[in-house]
């Protein structure tokens, strides 16, 4: 995700939380199934799209930050500031992170079946 498309999801979900406050309906008056409708799909997108917005900010900074004070100050960054916090790591730390190939999140490169990952499982239960 370079610069550019952090600033359009941010303020994409800048508009969305904005139209979600903007078409709460307050008093029976306010209700028409069109503002209804408005209302309950930016709210949907705005909290999904948040989650997935500062989910992988926080993910990342958790999985490729080595120094542990680094990855805590930046984990205190995005967290209580959900969306600004998460556009201020992508469009910093992560950037440099991305330069270097390692943009993406770390992934197990082990691949089981379906009975190697039940097997493993037993195994592991039957240690404890």
């Not at 995005?78 to 201020?88: H, Q």
């Amino acid at each position: 995700m370079n610069r550019s498309l952090t600033i359009i999801c941010f303020a994409v979900l800048l508009l969305l939380v904005g139209l979600t406050i903007e078409t709460e309906m307050h008093r029976p008056e306010d209700f028409t199934v069109g503002k209804m409708v408005v209302f309950i799909g930016a709210s949907f997108l705005s909290g999904a799209g948040g989650l997935a917005y500062c989910g992988f900010a926080a993910l990342h900074a958790a999985q490729r930050i080595t120094d542990p004070r680094d990855r805590a100050g930046w984990l205190l960054v995005i967290i209580p500031l959900t969306l600004f916090g998460a556009c201020f790591y992508l469009t910093t730390k992560y950037q440099n992170f991305r330069k270097v190939g390692k943009g993406s999140l770390i992934r197990d490169q082990r691949q089981y079946t379906l009975s190697q990952f039940i097997k493993l499982s037993h195994e592991e239960e039957n240690r404890d």
